[in-house]
């Protein structure tokens, strides 16, 4: 147990350089073939431990290229962990698309040896819709601030959205969700090319630093005093909602299931992780879940709090990502 957890210590602190040099006990393998024709990338391992990962990114226009994502895959593989970052099409998009789960589905039956299975944010509830059923399930399924019932999310973002909060962190989430649904309906807004384009950059550059910036400037510059909010209500589509909500489904479940959360998260609430073990419970109520709701976490990334019992919990749950 000590020496997984002295692994999983180093797969976190490395996860936190967003910029680290080439290291030589990581090979990637850049664009591989995959069975779904995705964009994948393939993080080996110097030292294989026997283990295997895939990694499902959440709304973000650089889909595998996140560079949290990738510094995640490559600590990972330094570790000993092999690990498979595909693009996954809609969620990189910023849409919502049924295939993506039909997707990622196929890519973990395609797997030589049974992976986890981690999702972050919308690609953790579509992590869990993968998995269920899956003809070759996941060694555990792990959800970080995962959604549950996409339709109720909706309509919390119609409120949630109706004015800025306060605080750093959640007018972050907040305009993040503004620039992202208007990029989805782009074209119904009549947004002018040009501002298309620099919506485009914004959101691909949103989590480098100073980036929040550049975004409350084009929300006051192009988007303000338009009322995409209910454009946005008309063009939802409740069938598509419902079918990528592991909470409107019996979900079949062969593996074991961990669900992380941000206690403060105001995108994704944290109301949504019991409602996703609730569901997960009366669809395969002999599967184990764990769910720790915590303020460790900034939404998908590693926060500055420090939490003792919170740090162990969060390390029994994941330390079997680099048991071998």
Not at 88 to 104: C, H, N, Q, R, Y
Not at 219 to 245: F, G, H, I, K, M
Request: net charge positive; glycine share 6%.
């Amino acid at each position: 147990m000590l020496l997984d957890w002295a692994r999983l210590a180093g797969v976190l602190s490395r996860s936190r350089d967003l910029h680290a040099a080439p290291d030589p006990r990581c090979r990637v393998e850049r664009n591989v073939a995959t069975v779904t024709e995705w964009a994948a990338d393939r993080f080996l391992p110097k030292t294989p431990s026997g283990v295997a990962c895939l990694l499902v990114h959440g709304w973000t226009l650089r889909g595998k290229d996140d560079l949290r994502l990738q510094a995640l895959a490559r600590a990972l593989a330094i570790a000993g962990v092999e690990c498979l970052v595909p693009t996954v099409p809609g969620l990189a998009a910023l849409s919502w698309e049924a295939a993506d789960v039909t997707g990622i589905r196929a890519l973990l039956e395609a797997e030589r040896v049974p992976p986890a299975l981690v999702g972050f944010s919308f690609g953790g509830g579509y992590s869990v819709l993968a998995a269920s059923g899956c003809a070759k399930p996941p060694r555990f399924v792990v959800s970080v601030s995962g959604h549950a019932d996409l339709s109720a999310l909706f309509r919390y973002w119609e409120t949630w959205g109706a004015k800025a909060p306060h605080g750093a962190e959640a007018r972050k989430s907040w305009i993040y969700q503004k620039l992202a649904l208007a990029w989805r309906q782009r074209d119904a807004l009549a947004i002018p090319e040009t501002r298309q384009a620099q919506l485009r950059e914004i959101l691909l550059s949103f989590c480098d630093e100073g980036s929040a910036d550049a975004a409350w400037s084009f929300y006051e510059q192009a988007l303000r005093t338009t009322n995409w909010e209910a454009e946005n209500r008309l063009r939802q589509e409740p069938a598509v909602l419902r079918a990528l909500s592991p909470a409107a489904h019996p979900l079949r479940l062969g593996c074991p299931v961990v669900i992380l959360h941000d206690k403060t998260d105001q995108a994704v609430p944290a109301s949504e992780a019991t409602i996703m073990a609730e569901a997960i419970a009366r669809g395969s109520p002999t599967i184990s879940v764990d769910i720790l709701v915590t303020d460790l976490l900034r939404h998908v990334s590693l926060g500055p709090a420090f939490r003792l019992g919170e740090v162990v919990r969060l390390f029994r749950l994941l330390s079997p990502l680099v048991r071998g």
